[in-house]
């Protein structure tokens, strides 16, 4: 057994140690997603650059990995039978290298060292609201689109699948 459980030797059932953590072929789905993630991310920022202004590239990236993430939760999780490297690949690696906190803090930093006091309050904000109300819609439209409303009053009704 490779996994992990329990095996027989003679007349004694002897545990072998479950692995714990993610293996060599995880961190490579994560650190691939990832990387095409980032890439992503960057050209978008170049193509549309912010300048001093309100970083429209940044705040549609963020958004868009939100809408994203809440689609990828329902399917994944609900819709999907699993499989062991689309959710490194995916959640972890794609959207989290396409999207960014450190990216979106930078920007509220510029603006406010800008003078642009009122505009980083507007982004701060707006990214926080707007990022929250797709990752909602995400759920939603994975949820109706996989038609998993009406599987799911039956599961609770008792019906099952």
Known sequence: MSGGG???VGTAAVRQHQRSGPGAADLLAVSV????GSVVRYLLATAFPAGHGFP????AVNV??????GLLMIYLLEVWPPRRFLRPFLAIGLIGGYTTFSTYAGGVLTMLTGNADAL???YALSSIAAGLAAVWLGMKTGRIVAGLPARMRARFAGGGQ
Do not use: P
């Open 120 to 122: 980083a309050a507007a």
């Open 64 to 69: 868009s990995g939100c809408l994203c993430i």
């Open 33 to 36: 997603g990832g990387g095409l």
């Open 56 to 59: 429209w590239a940044i705040f």
């Open 6 to 8: 329990t095996r027989l």
